[in-house]
């Protein structure tokens, strides 16, 4: 199961959806081309309504990470980029991030070396699938 | 789409409903919740004919259910236990339904119940898990366009009833049908309804769909630098929930830009959004009488 729903979270299903896809692309476990999973078979999947599904999937494809053909099914698209990444949430996780790490007497050169590695983990995933087009 | 309209009922004396008020789109899920004895049942027996109301309608498209009977042939109830048709064996039952809905699809049936590995037997020899398939497929062979189902998933096991909400949902992205479903139990199916109509002592008391609560209010945890600021505790627009030292947890029903910068203009050190359970959001929205849990 790629997806995993959180009822406890803040964020509506739908959102977690529409996040959970983009993050599914930039990490290429999704690529350019790849089918997803139908509206019907992710709802019952993840036993949550289908409107709910149908209203990621639209904005999906407003973003233009999802391109619906019909009779065929739903792909990613070829030419994504992530243009309106919303920039807030991520200053506000490194916000808490900087606390808890102070908190945890995790020295500023140490928390930017740790964080070198991960940012360049994500990266090279990330190339890999857009170098195969 | 379905119409109910000031429906009232009493029964030996008993209000049983009053002035009930709500409509249904197709293809919305409904989640129809309430404690036992709130009048669910009888609501869901109303809306589909068996029950007439003293007052009040029940109307799919533009007819009312109690002048026209082929409508009947449209509104499915599922009642919570197969006893009327235990003596039947599944094949039997089938051809019932098949005489009494001209609708009814023996083949989508069939592929049902192969798919859940269930085999003509006597109903009455059925588990409950498969008993509720059998009576839920029954319906769903139908093709109608509105299904009431009365606590579809009660004393069912953590598989069944994924089966059965699994079933649901299917029929009704592949129909676009509508279903009401009663539970005394909201966890069961907040993740599948698209509304919610609560219901106590035979009224609404509140009808709301959780994704637009979630998208709109907000629980928030802020500490400030100073004092937790006295504008803040005095504010009408959300509901506090204690307030420790300099850490203030409250809710707002809707979160605002207003509140936004109110809360920014007082130094907070650390704003922090708190997901919000289930039970906060019902009581940030009916605003803090929500004793239903």
């Known amino acids: 199961m790629l997806y995993k729903i959180d009822m406890k979270s803040a964020e509506p299903l739908y959102e977690q959806i529409v996040n959970q896809t983009k993050a599914l692309v930039i990490r290429g476990i999704l690529r350019p081309g790849d089918k997803v999973m139908s509206v019907r078979e992710l709802a019952t999947d993840l036993v949550i309504n289908p409107n709910t599904v149908s209203k990621a999937y639209q904005e999906l494809e407003r973003l233009g990470l999802l391109e619906m053909h019909r009779g065929r099914g739903t792909f990613v698209s070829e030419d994504w980029i992530d243009q309106d990444s919303p920039r807030a949430p991520i200053l506000e996780a490194i916000k808490k991030l900087a606390i808890d790490c102070h908190y945890a007497n995790i020295e500023l050169t140490e928390a930017l070396t740790l964080f070198e590695t991960e940012y360049k983990k994500v990266g090279e995933n990330h190339a890999d699938s857009t170098a195969t087009e | ?250 809710m707002a029903k809707e979160r605002t830009k207003e509140l936004d910068t109110f809360v920014d203009a007082h130094d907070p050190m650390l704003v922090e959004e708190i997901p919000m359970s289930l039970e906060d959001i019902f009581r940030v929205q009916l605003g803090g009488e929500a004793s239903v849990f």
């Open chain 2, 1 to 250: 789409m379905l119409t109910v309209q000031q429906l009232s009922k009493t029964i030996d004396r008993q209000q049983v409903l009053e002035d009930i008020d709500f409509t249904v789109d197709s293809g919305e899920i409904i989640a129809l919740v309430g404690r036992n004895g709130a009048g669910k049942t009888t609501l869901l027996r109303t809306m589909v004919g068996i029950i007439r109301p003293d007052k009040g309608d029940v109307r799919y498209g533009p007819s009312s259910i109690f002048e026209k009977a082929e409508l009947k042939r449209d509104v499915i109830f599922v009642p919570d236990s197969a006893d009327a048709l235990k003596h039947y064996t599944i094949n039997e039952a089938a051809a019932l339904y098949e005489s009494i809905y001209p609708s009814f699809n023996r083949s989508i049936f069939r592929e049902t119940l192969t798919r859940y590995n269930i085999d003509n037997k006597k109903i009455r020899q059925l588990s409950k898990g498969q008993k509720a398939m059998v009576t839920l497929s029954l319906a769903f062979a139908v093709q109608a366009k509105y299904y009431l189902l009365d606590e579809p998933t009660d004393g069912l096991d953590v598989v069944a009833k994924s089966d059965v909400l699994k079933l649901m949902i299917a029929q009704v992205e592949a129909r676009n049908c509508s279903i009401i479903v009663s539970s005394h139990q909201l966890h069961e199916l907040e993740r599948i309804a698209d509304r919610i109509i609560m219901i106590e002592k035979g009224r609404v008391k509140a009808i709301m769909s959780l994704e637009e609560a979630r998208e709109t209010s907000v629980k928030l945890q802020v500490v400030f630098n100073d004092q937790v600021p006295v504008e803040l505790l005095e504010r009408k627009d959300i509901e506090i929930i204690n307030v420790t030292g300099r850490v203030a947890l409250f």
